[in-house]
């Protein structure tokens, strides 16, 4: 599903990028531009990344 349709970014490619280590909004916008033109993404792009932070965190919660 396109999330940034400015850019051309999906909510997967977002997903795979904070996977790679971009954990902030900011660091998102500097990989993919998402927010960097009308700003109609920024919501759905945090949903996804607390979303995945989320995730990320109870992974290493099972692992410790
Ligand atoms: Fe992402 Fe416009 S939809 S900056």
């Known amino acids: 599903m396109y999330v940034?349709?400015?850019h051309?970014?999906?909510d997967?490619?977002?997903a795979d990028t904070i996977d790679?280590?971009?954990h902030t909004?900011?660091?998102?916008t500097a990989?993919?531009?998402v927010g960097s033109q009308c700003g109609k993404c920024c919501q759905c792009?945090?949903?996804i990344l607390n979303?995945?932070?989320?995730?990320?965190?109870?992974?290493q919660a099972d692992v410790a």
């Open 12 to 14: 997967s490619k977002i």
């Open 45 to 47: 792009t945090k949903k």
């Open 51 to 59: 979303t995945k932070l989320m995730q990320i965190a109870e992974a």
């Open 4 to 6: 940034c349709i400015c």
């Open 25 to 28: 909004m900011k660091e998102l």
């Open 20 to 22: 790679d280590g971009a």
């Open 31 to 33: 990989e993919l531009k």
């Open 8 to 10: 051309g970014v999906t």
